[in-house]
């Protein structure tokens, strides 16, 4: 088996927000994570951990305090002017609510070809065949180019959002919670879909959800985040089986499906996450942490590396 093709990395990335009372919220702290071609980077977490946070800067729509976001080797958070919108072509990103990220007065030929209008790359006539080949591709049908966004499913939308997002044939899709707001059989749907265009395209996906179960489905690399840092990053397909964090145990445990033995206690975290300005010393988790000792509070766990794909922040894997 040939090395996995890094294509983008980020490298100890740090944000802080000033907050209204003039302390300022860490909304990642020191994130270091990487996409490899055409694989599936999923992160996990709940929300207010930093998730969206993070893969703004992937898609250059905000930069980092500091850090680097290396997309083929270039340090996109220094590029400016043509240069970034150069770049931005072959990183797209899909929201959770598209209705709302659409002009109700375009049509779905209109809001689908935007992006290569922008781009110079047809010419207005050609919208129609254009967007027609694009619907295909989504599995919806051709004569869909003439509708409004309000004349559609929620379903329906997200899949015009998504042909919108690949019409430019970017090489990175990142998903924010872009299957959130469906009902479970549609984000089913619109999961197969997403994995049958990565299969087709080689796409490389950035995967953002709070459902570590629908994560789990779709990433081969799962990366798990708590108030701004990675906690615990491994192959989704060992997700249950292998995780370590008592964060990431305690999220798997909360989700009930049908492989959960009957007869094993169900640990569900009932506290919320501290706030984001008062972060504890020592580990973010050990206020809810139920195997927490006394270097917990002292040291914050740096990532440990159990396996060339497997890193656990916790003291108790040192
Ligand atoms: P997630 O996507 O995991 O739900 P976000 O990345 O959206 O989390 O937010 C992380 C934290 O940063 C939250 O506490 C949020 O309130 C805060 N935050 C995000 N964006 C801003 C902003 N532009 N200004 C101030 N605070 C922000
Ligand atoms: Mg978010």
Redesign the pocket.
Same mark, same amino acid.
């Not at 977490?45 to 703004?56: A, D, L, N, V």
């Given at each position: 088996m040939s090395e996995p093709e890094v294509i983008m990395e980020a490298l100890h990335v740090c944000k802080s927000?000033? @907050?209204s009372d003039g302390r300022w919220?860490r @909304?990642?702290e020191d994130v270091s994570l990487h996409l490899v071609k055409g694989k599936t980077l999923g992160l996990v977490?709940? %929300?207010?951990?930093?998730? %969206?946070?993070?893969?703004?800067f992937l898609v250059a729509l905000d930069r980092p305090d500091s850090g680097q976001i290396l997309y083929r080797g270039q340090d996109i958070t220094a590029l400016r002017g043509e240069k970034l919108r150069q770049t931005r072509r072959h990183i797209q990103m899909v929201f959770q609510d598209p209705g709302a990220s659409f002009n109700p007065k375009m049509r779905v030929r209109d809001i689908v070809c935007e992006p290569l209008l922008n781009f110079g790359l047809i010419a207005p006539k050609e919208r129609a065949a254009v967007c027609r080949n694009l619907l295909e591709m989504v599995e919806l049908p051709g004569d869909f180019e003439d509708r409004y966004p309000h004349s559609m499913s929620g379903g329906q939308r997200q899949r015009v959002a998504i042909a919108r997002a690949l019409a430019l044939q970017p090489e990175i899709l990142i998903l924010?919670?872009a299957t959130a707001a469906l009902d479970v059989s549609v984000q089913k749907n619109i999961i197969e879909l997403i994995v049958k265009l990565q299969r087709e395209q080689g796409l490389t996906i950035g995967f953002?959800c709070?459902d570590i179960a629908l994560v789990q489905s779709v990433a081969h690399q799962v990366a798990v985040?708590y108030l701004?840092r990675v906690v615990e990053i491994l192959p989704g397909e060992n997700l249950r089986t292998q995780a370590r964090h008592p964060y990431t145990r305690t999220l798997i445990d909360a989700v009930l499906d049908l492989d959960t033995d009957p007869r094993k206690p169900i640990t569900v975290i009932d506290s919320e996450p501290p %706030?984001?300005l008062d972060i504890p010393a020592g580990c973010p988790f050990r206020d809810r942490c139920s195997q927490c000792f006394e270097k917990c509070a002292q040291e914050k766990p740096e990532m440990r590396w159990l396996s060339k794909e497997h890193g656990v922040a916790c003291h108790l894997f040192p």
């Open positions: 927000y000033p @907050a919220l @909304a990642n977490g709940e %929300s207010g951990c930093g998730k %969206s946070t993070f893969m703004r924010d919670e953002i709070h985040m701004g %706030s984001p």
